[in-house]
């Protein structure tokens, strides 16, 4: 405060005085402000990088008049770092919408009924494009005449959101790069890199993982058992039918029709009783009113949605019986009858159940158009997890504290990926606090984030022939073709026969005098003498075929068979097999 004392001074003698040190008459007071903003999600000063995020500035103020009326104005400022660690304003705008027209700003008003108090301030911040970005919170107090306090201090904690970021690299655990071996047991390493964490806080990194095609198409969620999630479909399905639905569209399963009933699978669409038309997307003709429909399942224990409803504003005046029938049971058990439009049911389907819908028309209302919506989409039984996945998600997490904004922690994956041959996988990572997702790294194009699972396939010929005479010597090429391959990169193809005998028997490693060996079971070391083939070679592109010769003395392989068997690696690690004795 500022307190005026007077003197009245004449000819350097003073007449009278006024020094009372507790006249608020004399008393300018100078009010003092201070804030600490947070996030409403966080309840601290880091928040999520979203298209909505509301922040709370609490402004404490002292020394302000009783009975006064104040207002309160804040703006967003952003911060910058030189490359001298020193913080600066910078000269961007905060928004406050999505579409960027408007920037962010608060304010409030109120009466001061003591000298010292607080009042909160909120705002709405587009935090989208924020990552790695921090803002602080500027405010401005006056009293309806004037600017009476102010608090400006872009390097403040109290008044700075931090909006984290974070990125990531995933590789092999057994050598380090970004190719693995389709194996039983696999382990993928990602390096999650975060910025502008607050330090000493707790946070948590989930990561899953989507399979992709060679064409990059995301194929769905990794499952513990190899299957994938579609997130579309809804359902856990074969890596194979993912792959056919997203490029062709065609559903899971076939559909089969006859003259006297509709056989087709529960599938997403909307279907309507009537004729099929040999069309994928189910049947859409004019009703058979008394029709039996009956959808065999796809996989057991599918919940179907059977649906009843019409499609011509009409009311529709039918019953639809939903009925269950077992494959061990000849017995029908009635699971409910539905009337009315849009009547809903949901029918829980028993391993190898089937579904019988019969629709009847109960009155004739003159109305010879009619539709009914039947098996409208069906969702597996799937038991979701928290986070809205199945639980046989592949999943990997890491809790930690950091010491510093800046850092590494990593996250470990562990699973058969025997059904990734020719496949990839691609990480997505979610940095959470306190069960609030603060910032996510899903980017099914990053190639940092992705997972190349090797195939190969091949096939052996005698001067293009799958017969020789078995009488001398012989030259096998074995045609190597290759998928998933990094293009400039030296990879060593390793070949073995087997001998297999007229029933399909594995007798055995083929030797050069025309016998069968036994691998060592301990070591895993090749009989001595065993035939085999190596090759090197460096692909220009991802995938294409080469060739390695097997020499041997074919004398004693009469009536049998011998089928190659190859190991693809590069710098020392397997990364693809072709090993099966029935091909």
């Known amino acids: 405060d500022f307190v005026v004392f007077e003197k009245l001074v004449r000819d350097d003698k003073q007449y009278a005085s006024h020094e009372d040190i507790t006249d608020e008459g004399q008393t300018i007071h100078v009010p003092k402000i201070t804030t600490s903003a947070v996030s409403d999600v966080t309840k601290d000063h880091d928040g999520q990088v979203d298209s909505e995020v509301k922040i709370t500035d609490t402004i404490s103020y002292e020394n302000v008049t009783i009975g006064h009326k104040y207002a309160v104005n804040g703006n967003l400022m952003l911060q910058d770092v030189t490359e001298d660690g020193s913080i600066e304003e910078s000269g961007d705008i905060v928004y406050s919408d999505e579409n960027d027209a ?6 409030a008003e109120f009466v001061a009924e003591s000298t010292s108090g607080g009042v909160d301030i909120e705002f709405t911040v587009n935090a989208k494009d924020l990552a790695d970005r921090t803002v602080v919170v500027y405010e401005e107090m006056s009293n309806g005449q004037q600017l009476v306090a102010e608090h400006k201090d872009i390097a403040d904690d109290d008044q700075s959101i931090h909006f984290p970021d974070m990125k990531t690299h995933a590789t092999d655990a057994v050598d380090g790069d970004q190719e693995a071996y389709a194996g039983a047991e696999t382990k993928i390493i990602d390096t999650v890199s975060y910025s502008n964490l607050l330090p000493g806080k707790g946070y948590e990194v989930n990561g899953y993982m989507h399979v992709t095609d060679s064409a990059g198409n995301d194929l769905g969620l990794l499952q513990s058992d190899g299957t994938v999630f579609n997130e579309e479909l809804q359902q856990i399905v074969s890596i194979a039918d993912s792959e056919k639905y997203v490029i062709s569209g065609e559903k899971p399963g076939s559909i089969e029709s006859d003259q006297e009933e509709h056989q087709y699978l529960i599938q997403p669409g909307t279907y309507s009783t009537g004729t099929y038309d040999g069309s994928s997307s189910g049947i859409d003709k004019t009703a058979l009113i008394g029709g039996t429909y009956k959808a065999s399942l796809i996989d057991p224990g599918l919940i179907a949605k059977v649906e009843v409803s019409s499609l ?27 009337e009315n ?29 009619r539709e009914a919506v039947l098996f409208n989409g069906y969702m597996s039984a799937v038991e979701m997890g928290e986070d ?18 800046d850092g590494e922690v ?30 996510s790294h899903a980017d099914i194009t990053d ?13 052996l010929t005698a001067d293009g022939k799958h017969d020789v005479e078995a009488n001398g010597d012989v030259t096998l090429v074995d045609t190597i073709k290759y998928d998933g391959l990094e293009s400039g990169k030296e990879y060593q193809v390793d070949g073995v026969l087997h001998v297999v005998d007229a029933e399909g028997n ?41 060739t390695v010769e097997f020499k041997f003395n074919a004398k004693g392989l009469g009536d049998k068979s011998v089928v190659a068997f190859e190991k693809l690696s590069t710098n020392g690690s397997l990364v693809a097999s072709h090993e099966d004795i029935a091909d």
């Open 102 to 107: 408007t920037a962010a700003s608060g304010d």
């Open 312 to 338: 011509n504003d009409v009311d529709n005046l039918m019953v639809a019986n939903a009925i269950y029938l077992s494959s061990c049971s000849e017995d029908a058990e009635l699971h409910g009858e539905y």
């Open 341 to 369: 439009a849009s009547s809903e049911a949901t029918v829980n389907v028993p391993v190898d159940g089937l579904i019988s819908i019969e629709v009847t028309k109960i009155e004739d209302t003159g109305q010879n158009v």
């Open 388 to 405: 809205n996945y199945p639980v046989s998600t592949v999943r990997g997490s890491a809790q930690f504290v950091p010491e510093s904004p």
């Open 410 to 439: 990593q996250v470990e994956f562990a699973f058969n990926a025997s059904t990734l041959a020719g496949y990839s996988t691609v990480v997505f990572e979610d940095l959470y606090k306190n069960d609030v997702k603060l910032v």
């Open 447 to 459: 190639k940092d984030q992705t997972i190349t699972f090797p195939k190969i396939g091949t096939e």
């Open 506 to 546: 594995d007798l055995g490693i083929l030797l050069n005098d025309g016998t069968a060996g036994q691998i060592n079971e301990e070591t895993g070391e090749l009989p001595e003498n065993a035939v085999i083939s190596t090759g090197k070679f460096t692909p220009d592109a991802m995938s294409g075929e080469t």
